[in-house]
Structure formats: C-alpha cells, structure tokens
C-alpha cells in the first residue's frame, strides 16, 4: 500500500466505473499479495480456514499420542483402550452410555452447560465414545493430508514433465495415466492385505495417493501445454535458461494456483474416499478405529443409540466442507478474471473521487 | 476422422490389456479360492477342491490362465463372449446379466434426475449471481460435496421411510408443520424470483399462503391415503405446462407455438377417460410405448396444423408438452394405484421399504402394482444418489454458464435487441450444454459399476454387489467381468465424450495433436 502512486490513482479513478476500483485496489502490489488479499475477503473459505486449523489443534491434542520414543499427553482423561463402566443413570429407560454432552441450562429444566463424563456417550463396551470419534478424526485427517501430499507431487510431476516435453514422453506418460485410471485401487489394497496382513493407516494413506494423481495431472499437463508458448518462455529460452530452470523458475509458478485448488479438492475427495473404503471394510479395519468404521459399526442401532451415528458423521462432514471451501476461496483469489461484486458504498465513493480529481 | 478413431480405439485396447493382465495376476495373488475348503473337515471337500480346480482351471498358473481368459472374451467378436464361470459354477454372464439392468434402473433415474436438478439450479444461480439464492446454493452444494452417501443413507431410512410409513398410519399434518413448510417455502421461491423489496415480500405471501392452504387440504382430504389428481387437476397442470413448456422454447409471444401447447393440454382432457380404460384393460409396457408414439405424432400433427411458418419450433414445443403431460396422466395413474397397493397385505400400509429391490411377498400379475412397487423401492437410493451427485451439476453448470455470459457474442446477441429469453436460451444455454454434455457421457459410463455403497446399504444386487462379492470371496473371473465391462466403458465414454465435443463445438477438432 505504501508503494501506491497518488498521481495514477487519480488517472485510474477518472476512467471510472468498476475498472477504477479494481485497478485502485491492485496497484502497486505483487501477484501473491493480490492472491492472498482475495483470499481473505472470502468469508466462507476465511471461517473454515479457522475452523479446520481449530479442530486439527483440538482433535490431535485430546488424545496421549507416541512420538517415537517420547509419549506425549492429551487433554482428554479417556483413551480408545480404556473401558470404564456402562453409565444408565440419567439415560432414558432401558439405554445405556448415552451422552452427557448438555447444551441446556438448568433453569430450562437441563442439566446445566458442559460436557460430562462422556459428552458422546459410549459405545456397546462401555470405551468412550469422544474418544474414539477423536481417533477417528485423527486417523482421517492424516489420510486426507497423506493422500494430498502423494496425489499432488505426482501429479504435479508427471502433468509438467508430459506437458512440457511433449512428443513421445507425452504419449507414454498419459497411456500410463489412462493405465492408472482403469485399475481400482480396493483390488492393490486387498492384494497387500492378503499377503502382509494389516499395514495400518499410514501405508492404507500411501497407496491411496499413489492411485490419487491422475486428475490433476492432466490439469497441470493442459496447463503446462499453454504456458509453454507463452512469451516469457520463450525469452527465458534465448536468455540461455535450462530446461529445469524454465520448468520450476518460470512456468510452475504460474501454473500454481490450478494445483493448489486442485489438491485442495483431491483431499476433500481423500476424506471421503478414505471413510468409504472404511465403510465397506477395505479401508482402516478394527481394532484401529476411524470414522468411516465407527459409521459402518453403529448404523443400525441409529433408531436406539442415534449418538453413535451422529458424531462421526458430523466430523466428517466439518471437515469435508471446510476443505471444499478453503478450496473455492483459492480458486476465486487465483482466478485473474474472478471479480467480487462491488457494494453500493463503492461505487458511490469511486464517484466523489472522480468528481474531485475532475 | 476415421483414422483418429482407429488409432484412439488401438491404443484403447493396448491399455484394456496391459490393465486387465495386471489386475488378473494382481488378484489372482490377493487370495485363495480353496482357503475355505483346505480346513475344511467334509468328507468331499478333496472332491470339491478336484472340482472347483476343474471348473476354475487353478492349475494353470496366472500368468498363461489369463490367457486363456482373454481367449474367451476375444470370442466376443464371434459373438460367443465367455466369461468363465464363478465358484458356484453358474456362468458369469448370466449374473452379470441380470446385475447389469439393476445397476442400470438404480442409477439411470438418479443420474437424470441429478442432471434435470443440477443445471436447472446452476443456471437460476448463475442469472442471479451473488444473489442470497446463490449463496444458498453454493453452501447446500458444498454441502452435498461433503455429505458420505452411507451416513445420508440411514438418515434418509429413518426419516423418509420409517417416520413417512409412521405418518401414514394418521395422514394429519400439524399445524406446526404447515406453517414452517409454508414459509420455507415462500423464502425459497422469494429468493429465486427476487426483485425489489416490494415484490419480494408479495411472492413470499402469495406462495407461503398457497402453500399452506394446499397442506391443510391435503390433511383434511386424507390425501396422502387416496391420493389421485383426477381430471381436473391433470388439466390444471397441463395447461401450466404448456405455458411454461413455450416460454422457455419458443416465447409467449409466439402464438403458433403457445396454441399447439394449449392444444395438447386440451387433448389430454378430452383422452383422459378412454386412458384410464386403456390403463385398467390393457396395462403394460407395450401401451405405454404406443402411448408415448400416438403422443408423438398428434404433437407433430398439432404442431403443422398451427404453425405457417418456421415450423420446427413449434414442432418442438407441442412435443415436449405431449410428453410431459402424458408423464402427468400417468403419474395420476400410479396415485390412484397407491391405496389398493397399500391394501395388499404384503405391504400393510407401510408402503416406503428402506431396503431390497422388490417386494417378493407381492403377488405378481398385476401390472400397475408391480411397476409401483419397482418405482417405490427405487426412491430412498434415488433420492441420496441425487443428493449426491446433483451438487457437481450446479457448480459446472453455473461456472460455464457465467463463462459463456462473458463472450462477446453474448454482447452482441443483447445489442442487436433480441430480449432476454432468447438470449438465455438460444445463445447461452445451448453453449453451456457442450462441456455439461461430454460430462454426462463419462459420468453415465462410471456409474454402471460405480454404486457399490448405495447397492451395499439399500441391499441391491447389482454391479457393485457383485464386484464387493468377488473381492470378498477371491472369484476371479466374477472380479475381471465386473472390472472389464466397467473400465472398457469408461475409456469408450471418454472416446465418445472427445468425438461429441468436437461434433457439438467446431472450434474444436479431434484428431489434431
């Protein structure tokens, strides 16, 4: 803002109209700022933005976690393994480990604001509940970052290099591409299920992502096809650049907001995939616990113990919609023709501002 | 063109067969099918291992047994195509044969109706751009983006299903139901019209309070018990269409066009009652086929009668009217049906069952009754594939629609004065089809293998059952016929969606590069 010329304001403004406003507010400012200015005027993706950065904190500090050698402490006084008693006082007739999750005050005839022994209830052997749903959003949100990760560097790697090399290397690398698609990822997991046993989350995360790459490499490849004529390349090239450089300096950086956003909707899609897998059993098997599985193992009982059903699912959908909307608020802030809707207040000061310069 | 077919259909094949070689191999190695029967303690189990290694040809080793495989699907093009067989020995194109139309009724109504929803909602948002409807939307699509289809699933068993079936044992509405119905309906279509502040409030009173007296008759008549529209109101609704059908194809001002849609309308009066005697004496598919061609040629027949000039148009609108109205006429059919159907007593009056293709307790015979009970088990999975997938339609179809009202086409078609209907619709809308229909393509392709969790909560035996089976219990060849038929339609639907891309945009030319 500093930077900002007064003498080019004025000329701008008196072109008037939305041009004058838009050009006011860009001037003088790099393509990062920019970005990162659209980005925060966006309230939906600025509130899951907190939201999501709020829960990771909360749902990876409630629980005693192993850092190699070094046992870190949660916050919460249960643990997935520990098994305290069945509680029915306070349940309704014939229920058993219902919550004591308590929005109501006492005056309302509630049991007052607060969470309670066990705020989502238990489950049928009495573990609790809110820490299980915590393992579970655990295990999820690493499988979606996991998958990101994976998904995004080989995309990346395999759209640049196929669409900037073109001829054969292009046509080999998208056949494989197509290969790829063509191949269902449950069939690689039960094949290593059946000869290694159960690797766990961390490997069910790795190959999901190596399966997790093919859309967004063909994004970045369309993307890398067009950026590869452009001007600037071509001067990078007589400038006497390699081709890594011209790669990584000059093309990557203005293909970055296509990746961005796309990854951001390939973890989106991870979580959900990863709770589906869960559900039909190819995903994270007991006695692990995620989500999709606590889902898949309470879902009849919803007519009698519907907490078992609710909480997982409302952390998966949290997380899912937050994701799609930071996801929304970069395409918006990355898209050079995105413009935001000008309120009357704008407009009416963009006028005094003519008139004056007038 | 045909040379760019032939190269694209090679190097299909060459990818068919390196992914289905490796997958063969893959899940050959993920498990033994004779696991079960090694521990076994049956005295015939050594026999049954003889017989299924037999059957299954499990002494060849993978590797050279895919080929023998391939062997029998390359007879495909003789037209002796061979599966193999699964454990239980049946062949596999038998059930697959019976999976695949399943598969099909599950998710063909669904995806229509997501693509039907989608981009009638993409476009509404897109004309109102950051209107307070827009941001409904783009948060309930986000939503939907979000939402597992097993956790809507259950959702929608417990309150669709078990509360409606609840309900109908006492069809009163309460009072407190009314009034909220009423009003979220009024905010929903005040959003959409939209205006000025005025004539905001008059739609929210003029719907809410329609609404609510619609209800209220509703609740009193028992309707939900007796439901049926009867000729009158067929012919409301039909002339309704008919206004509506004309707007958005041709323009009011259109006078041929608005007198062969009322035409139709009036037709479908006159023929209600010799309908209701074809329906009760002659029920089956054949007379709804005869139906929907006899409504096709009036419609051509009305459209020349009115029409002078420019006469494709007005063709055009009579013929969507006549299809739409029939689909009236025989939906009024079906409610008529509703209460004997829900007398029998295989359904007892709790007629939405949360799961299973049919009702096999429904004694079979009676045409209508069984049509209803296939349409009323394909509700609740229709109703959460929707939800579903309709949000992607939303967001494509607003994105390319503001895209298209961008060009500079757009700004000439608007400064030549031509109004706005015809702006929308000739010139933006049928630019906006061309990415939305190569989508279609592809997603009609993925779904016919791609509903497992649907099929696996609503308890369907289709391709997805199948393929779950297959997994679970190491049958080979049921896994490769699931998976080839699967991934050699996905590859063809994105051949297909490139060729219609560049046959609907001839900015775009396949073939090149």
């Known amino acids: 803002m500093a930077r900002k010329n007064k003498k080019a304001v004025e000329t701008t403004t008196q072109d008037g109209g939305e041009n004058a406003i838009f050009n006011k507010e860009t001037e003088g400012l790099s393509q990062g700022q920019i970005v990162l200015r659209r980005f925060v005027r966006h309230r939906g993706a600025m509130t899951s933005l907190f939201v999501i950065i709020g829960l990771i904190l909360f749902v990876f500090s409630a629980l005693d976690q192993k850092i190699g050698p070094v046992k870190v402490p949660g916050w919460w006084h249960y643990n997935t393994e520990d098994l305290p008693e069945l509680r ?107 000869h290694f046993g159960n690797l766990g989350v961390g490997f069910l995360a790795f190959y999901l992502g190596l399966f997790a790459w093919t859309g967004l490499s063909r994004l970045v490849r369309g993307e890398f096809l067009t950026l590869r004529e452009r001007e600037f390349v071509d001067a990078a090239r007589v400038a006497g650049a390699s081709n890594r450089r011209i790669i990584f300096k000059h093309i990557l950086p203005n293909a970055v907001g296509v990746i961005i956003v796309s990854v951001t909707l390939l973890m989106s899609g991870a979580i959900l995939l990863e709770t589906a897998l869960s559900y039909l059993g190819f995903g994270v098997v007991a006695p692990d616990v995620s989500l999709g599985l606590l889902i898949s193992q309470y879902q009849d009982s919803f007519t009698t113990r519907p907490w078992l059903f609710w909480y997982p699912g409302l952390f998966i959908i949290t997380i899912a919609l937050s994701i799609n909307f930071i996801g929304d608020g970069l395409r918006d802030a990355f898209d050079p023709r995105q413009r935001r809707r000008i309120t009357k207040k704008e407009r009416e000061s963009a006028k005094v501002v003519k008139k004056v310069g007038a | ?12 094949s060459v990818i068919l067969f390196g992914s289905s070689f490796i997958l063969y191999n893959l899940a050959a190695i993920s498990g033994d099918p004779l696991e079960g029967l090694r521990t076994s303690t049956e005295p015939n189990a050594k026999q049954q291992m003889l017989a299924l290694t037999r059957s299954l040809q499990l002494d060849v080793p993978p590797p050279l047994r895919y080929f023998l495989w391939l062997k029998g699907i390359l007879a495909g093009f003789t037209g002796h195509i061979d599966f193999g067989k699964t454990r239980d020995a049946q062949l596999v194109t038998s059930v697959i044969a019976t999976a695949i139309p399943t598969t099909i009724r599950l998710v063909f109504f669904a995806t229509i109706t997501a693509i039907v929803l989608g981009i009638t909602i993409g476009i509404v948002t897109a004309l109102r751009q950051y209107s307070r409807f827009d941001y409904a939307m783009t948060f309930v699509s986000f939503l939907m983006f979000s939402l597992p289809i097993f956790w809507v699933a259950v959702l929608l068993k417990e309150f669709l299903a078990i509360q409606f079936n609840n309900f109908l044992a006492n069809p009163q509405i309460p009072i407190k ?6 009003i979220a309906t009024g905010i929903i279509w005040a959003a959409i019209i939209s205006g000025d502040r005025k004539r905001v409030w008059q739609i929210f009173g003029v719907v809410a309070v329609g609404n609510a007296a619609l209800l209220t008759l509703l609740s009193v008549t028992s309707w939900f018990i007796k439901p049926g529209l009867g000729p009158i109101v067929v012919f409301g609704m039909s002339i309704g269409i008919a206004y509506g059908v004309t707007q958005l194809s041709t323009g009011l001002q259109n006078k041929a066009a608005l007198r062969s849609a009322q035409t139709m309308a009036v037709i479908a009066l006159v023929l209600y009652y010799p309908n209701q005697w074809l329906f009760n004496h002659h029920a089956g598919w054949f007379l709804i086929l005869a139906q929907l061609i006899v409504t096709i040629g009036i419609a051509f027949a009305v459209g020349l009668k009115f029409a002078k000039i420019d006469r494709a148009p007005t063709i055009r609108t009579a013929g969507i009217t006549g299809f739409l109205v029939g689909i009236i006429t025989l939906l009024d059919k079906f409610m008529q049906t509703w209460n004997p159907y829900m007398s029998t007593d295989a359904i007892n009056f709790r007629p939405i069952p949360t799961t299973g293709q049919v009702n096999s307790l429904l004694e079979p015979g009676n045409f209508w009754f069984t049509t209803l009970d296939i349409l009323v088990h394909m509700i609740l999975p229709t109703i959460a594939l929707t939800l579903i997938s309709f949000a992607g339609y939303i967001r494509y179809s607003r994105g390319t629609l503001l895209e298209v009202l961008n060009q500079d086409y757009i700004r000439t078609a608007r400064a030549k004065g031509l109004n706005e209907r015809t702006v929308i619709m000739r010139h933006a809308f049928r630019n906006t089809m061309i990415p939305l229909t190569t989508i279609m393509v592809v997603d009609f392709a993925g779904l016919i293998g791609g509903a497992i969790i649907t099929e696996r909560v609503f308890g369907w035996i289709g391709m997805g059952t199948l393929f779950n089976k297959a997994i679970n219990s190491f049958d080979l060849n049921l896994l490769m016929a699931v998976f080839f038929i699967t991934a050699s339609l996905s590859v063809l639907a994105n051949l297909v969606a490139d060729l219609l891309y560049s046959a609907l945009d001839p900015r775009i030319r396949a073939g090149k590069g």
Do not use: N
């Not at chain 1, 609790?128 to 690493?142: C, E, H, P, W």
């Not at chain 1, 560097?153 to 292009?170: E, H, N, P």
């Open chain 1, 88 to 194: 029915s006082e306070g349940c309704k007739e014939g229920l058993v480990g219902c919550p004591t999750f308590s929005l109501r005050p006492k005056f309302l005839g509630g049991a007052g604001f607060g969470l309670g022994e066990h705020p989502f209830g238990q489950d049928d052997i009495g573990r609790d509940y809110f820490a299980l749903v915590m393992r579970g959003a655990q295990r999820s949100i690493m499988v979606m970052f996991v998958i990101g990760f994976i998904g995004g560097t080989l995309g990346t790697i395999v759209g640049a290099i196929s669409g900037f090399y073109r001829g054969w290397i292009d046509a080999v690398l998208m056949r494989f591409t197509d290969f790829i698609i063509t191949i269902p990822a449950i069939i690689i997991g039960s094949v290593v299920g059946y």
């Open chain 2, 177 to 182: 139901w009314i009034i909220g119905l009423s």
């Open chain 2, 1 to 12: 063109m045909l040379a760019y077919i032939f190269r694209r259909l090679g190097v299909l």
